[in-house]
């Protein structure tokens, strides 16, 4: 099956297509949108113009999703200690999350001082969502995500 010669996404990959280098349409797409992805200084501009936007409109300037890992739990840092938003954090239980990543959203949500609440849906509404994406992606995963980003 061809892949990708840069980032190895198959063939079968929904709406993949190759050029004649065997370059995939994703690759090439960043490389068009790389320019303004690498622009530091206008997305920070940008990211401070919807900060302000949002800030002191609601009771919580922010929805955040946080596992546990490295990445969410630094977010959750840098938007309350380094621009100084209130957030709500969530974190979608879908029956897998470990004792670990429980332990390690607690610990993080408590050193914050920020509000948290875990969200756990009906086992039906999950069942779905992995058979909607596995038949459609063939990657039961995408369900968490799926039910996270309508949450968010």
Not at 39 to 49: I, S, V
Not at 55 to 77: F, N, P, Q
Not at 94 to 102: S, V
Not at 133 to 149: D, H, K, N, S
Request: glycine content about 8%.
């Amino acid at each position: 099956m061809q892949k990708c010669s840069r980032c190895m996404l198959p063939a079968n990959y929904r709406a993949i297509t190759f050029d004649e280098e065997g370059v995939c349409n994703y690759c090439r797409t960043y490389e068009e949108l790389r320019p303004r992805l690498e622009d530091f200084d206008h997305l920070e501009r940008l990211f401070q113009e919807r900060i302000e936007g949002a800030r002191g409109k609601a009771e919580y300037d922010a929805l955040v999703g946080i596992s546990g890992g490295k990445d969410s739990s630094y977010l959750v840092y840098a938007l309350t200690e380094v621009y100084g938003l209130k957030i709500l954090t969530v974190t979608l239980d879908n029956g897998f999350l470990t004792d670990f990543a429980r332990d390690s959203v607690k610990r993080v949500v408590e050193s914050l001082g920020v509000d948290h609440f875990f969200y756990a849906p009906e086992w039906s509404i999950f069942r779905e969502c992995f058979r909607s994406t596995t038949r459609t992606w063939g990657l039961p995963c995408l369900a968490c995500g799926q039910i996270g980003y309508g949450l968010l």
